[in-house]
Nanobody
């Protein structure tokens, strides 16, 4: 399984970015696909996740109302649309995939990880 994250960059506060995570290597039926982030000097944080089969989203507190997660099964790609970005959103964003019944916000629940893409939000 390979997860390839892309779409990071430098944006001003209030701006938008769309991250992509291209998945390959297997079918992802039953999987949960998620985004985590790690800001400098901070712990890894859950951002959002989506059920690959049912397209049901979950959001961490930092993402609610500003970020939208979707998946495109025809392209085997997951997206994170980030709007109203703040300087505190600056982090390396990682996509991940796993099968589990609980612990959607727990990094250890995910078996596969992408390499990360850097998002920098300037004030």
């Amino acid at each position: 399984v390979q997860l390839q994250a892309s779409g990071g960059g430098l944006v001003q506060a209030g701006g938008s970015l769309r991250l992509s995570c291209a998945a390959s290597g297997r079918t992802f039926t039953g999987y949960v696909m998620g985004w985590f982030r790690r800001a400098p000097g901070k712990e890894r944080e859950f951002v959002a996740a989506v059920s690959w089969s049912y397209d049901s989203p979950w959001y961490g507190d930092s993402a609610k109302g500003r970020f939208t997660i979707v998946r495109d099964t025809t392209r085997n790609t997951m997206y994170l649309q980030m709007n109203s970005l703040k300087p505190e959103d600056t982090a390396v964003y990682y996509c991940a995939a796993g099968i589990f019944d609980s612990g959607i916000e727990v990094a250890g629940s995910y078996s596969y990880w992408g390499q990360g893409t850097l998002v920098t939000v300037s004030s």
